[in-house]
């Protein structure tokens, strides 16, 4: 059974960092795509940071050049560096796992990570 599970989030005052990690269970890791997506309170859910396979990386636009993703496939785990952070980032964060084999795609969602951005 795949397990998604994402951890470090928490409270962080403005311009402060946090680094996110989403691990993966249940499967071989490197099979998989995973994405990190955020909610805020009463809008919907956003991508915030694609990541292929491979490692390559994309920001989007309202988290470029504060937010990193990266992996390591040794730790089963994709990890998602905030920095500079400001209270519209405030939202629950969620890793999104993706695996295409053959005609079928497989998809898991983790429970989620609270980040509050607040002085």
């Known amino acids: 059974q795949v397990q998604v599970v994402e951890s470090g989030g928490g409270l962080v005052q403005p311009g402060g960092s946090l680094r996110l990690s989403c691990a993966l269970s249940g499967d071989k890791f490197d099979l998989y795509a995973i994405a990190w997506y955020r909610q805020a309170p009463g809008k919907q859910r956003e991508l915030v940071a694609p990541?292929?396979?491979?490692?390559?990386?994309i920001d989007a636009d309202s988290v470029k050049g504060r937010f990193t993703i990266s992996r390591d496939n040794a730790k089963n785990t994709v990890y998602l560096q905030m920095n500079s952070l400001r209270p519209e980032d405030t939202a629950v964060y969620y890793c999104?796992?993706?695996?295409?084999?053959?005609?079928?795609?497989?998809?898991?969602w983790g429970q989620g990570t609270q980040v509050t951005v607040s002085s």
């Open positions: 999104h796992a993706e695996k295409v084999t053959g005609i079928r795609q497989y998809m898991y």
């Open positions: 990541n292929t396979r491979t490692g390559t990386t």
